[in-house]
């Protein structure tokens, strides 16, 4: 069963700590991303890999933090920095070969911070 | 920095109407441009690819159009159903940093009455 797996789906945190959502894919894909999306707002990049131990920031990287040791895994941390976490957070995959290459997405991480 | 419009930000319409859904961007120097659906608290499902030499896309009762030079899309949607309720959004792609990224907009939220 290929695809992507986010985990976990609802994650709570207390101020001032860390914490980190895993996102996998069987798809064979190079490219992987996180996104950030907040009521009634479109999704913000906050960072994207192209290779394995390579990434890069997106638009609004500051308090995250990533990994990319294997292909098929690309964790996000969202630090104590993260001036205000509570959002959804969206992982995607893609070849990003050519332009003609979509982006796969996860069902996504729903952070609250209390 | 490319922007991303789409109006309506919310649809309502009875069941078996036609709609159109509008998308505008600001660069007009994008690779692509696809239409996502979103359901509520889930991840996003590419309905559509409108590559930048393409004026539109079909895909059962979606049809997608593109005229890169005036920054705009539209999304037609045939005979809706209240299963095609949902959040629709946009996002041209264009090439940043060395990779391909996809820029969103807010999308719109479309209700279907039975």
């Known amino acids: 069963d290929g695809g992507i797996t986010q985990s976990p789906k609802y994650l709570f945190r207390k101020e001032g700590q860390n914490v980190t959502l895993s996102c996998e894919q069987n798809l064979n894909h190079d490219a992987m991303y996180w996104y950030r999306q907040d009521p009634g707002q479109g999704l913000r990049l906050i960072y994207y890999s192209q290779i394995v131990n390579d990434f890069q920031k997106g638009d609004i990287a500051e308090g995250y933090s990533v990994s990319r040791e294997k292909k098929e895994s690309f964790p996000l941390t969202v630090t104590s920095a993260q001036k205000n976490p509570t959002a959804f957070y969206l992982c995607?995959?893609?070849?990003?070969?050519?332009?003609?290459?979509?982006?796969?997405f996860g069902p996504g991480t729903r952070l609250t911070v209390l | 920095k490319q922007e991303v419009t789409q109006i309506p930000a919310a649809l309502s319409v009875p069941e078996g109407e036609n709609l159109v859904l509008n998308c505008s961007f600001t660069d007009s120097a994008i690779y692509n441009l696809q239409w996502f659906r979103q359901d509520p608290g889930k991840g996003l499902t590419s309905l559509l690819l409108?590559?930048?030499?393409?004026r539109e896309q079909t895909s059962g009762r979606l049809n997608a159009s593109l005229d890169k030079s005036s920054g705009r899309s539209t999304l037609y949607i045939a005979a809706s159903q209240p299963g095609d309720s949902a959040t629709y959004l946009c996002?041209?792609?264009?090439?940043?940093?060395?990779?391909?990224?996809?820029?969103f907009g807010k999308g719109t939220k479309l209700s279907v009455i039975p």
């Open positions: 995607a995959s893609g070849r990003q070969r050519s332009s003609t290459d979509t982006q796969y």
């Open positions: 409108i590559q930048s030499s393409q």
């Open positions: 996002a041209p792609l264009y090439s940043g940093a060395g990779s391909y990224q996809l820029t």
